[in-house]
């Protein structure tokens, strides 16, 4: 059964500050990652989506990267600004018959202050 | 471009009432799937349609079921709601066939049963 975990569960940052979010999952047959943000009481927004064979993916200020062998996805924000402050959740999905069934993390709460 | 729509965006039962609760997919998108999240639990999938078929079904007792009609759109029902329904059920959709798997959300129906 495919587990994730995300390390930190909270963070508190400087605006301004680059910082990374670790997100580990124990089956490393994925068929992709993706890196979700959720903001207060809202639906969830995509951000990043790493295939399997994939090693990063950069979008503005944000890169993912992935190491499947390791099980190991980061998600790094640079120069973070107030407006970043959400949720950030991290999902991969299954290989084969559960490429459309994602096992998402606990997701990780970020405070950036002005 | 519209997004994946759901309605009712919030709902009060009781418990030993139903619900059902709609969700209509981003167009051309054929796969709908259907997600709880609870602040215990995190995000937790409940099941996938494609072609009005149930392609993937997630851990969750019978009361919880769903369907999918032929222009895509989706509604999942749960019967003899328990306390413990309570949570935001979130919509996911997808191209599915030929893409690379990234799933879109919905802003979600809050649920609180009395």
């Known amino acids: 059964k495919q587990e994730v975990t995300q390390i930190p569960a909270a963070l508190s940052v400087p605006e301004g500050e680059n910082l990374v979010l670790n997100c580990s999952f124990t089956?490393?047959?994925?068929?992709?990652l993706q890196w979700f943000r959720q903001d207060p009481g809202k639906g969830l927004t995509s951000l990043l989506l790493?295939?399997?064979?994939?090693r990063e993916q950069t979008s503005g200020r944000l890169n993912a990267s992935l190491d499947k062998s390791s099980g190991r996805s980061t998600l790094y924000i640079a120069a973070s600004q107030p407006g970043d402050s959400a949720t950030y959740l991290c999902?991969?999905?299954?290989?084969?018959?559960?490429?459309?069934?994602?096992?998402f993390g606990k997701g990780t709460l970020l405070t950036v202050n002005p | 471009k519209a997004g994946v729509t759901q309605t009712p965006r919030y709902l009060i039962k009781t418990r030993g009432q139903q619900v059902t609760l709609s969700c209509s997919p981003i167009?051309?998108?054929?796969?709908v799937s259907w997600y709880q999240q609870t602040p215990g639990q995190g995000l937790q999938f409940l099941f996938e349609?494609?072609?009005?078929?149930?392609?993937n079904k997630g851990n969750f007792p019978g009361r919880f079921s769903g369907r999918q009609f032929s222009n895509s759109r989706s509604e999942m029902n749960v019967s003899t709601l328990e306390l413990g329904d309570s949570a935001l059920y979130l919509c996911?959709?997808?191209?599915?066939?030929?893409?690379?798997?990234?799933?879109?959300f919905g802003e979600g129906s809050r649920l609180t049963v009395l």
């Open positions: 996911a959709s997808s191209r599915r066939t030929g893409n690379t798997g990234e799933l879109f």
């Open positions: 089956d490393s047959a994925i068929y992709n």
């Open positions: 790493i295939q399997s064979s994939q």
């Open positions: 999902a991969v999905s299954g290989s084969g018959g559960s490429n459309y069934k994602l096992t």
């Open positions: 167009s051309g998108h054929r796969s």
């Open positions: 349609y494609f072609s009005e078929t149930q392609r």
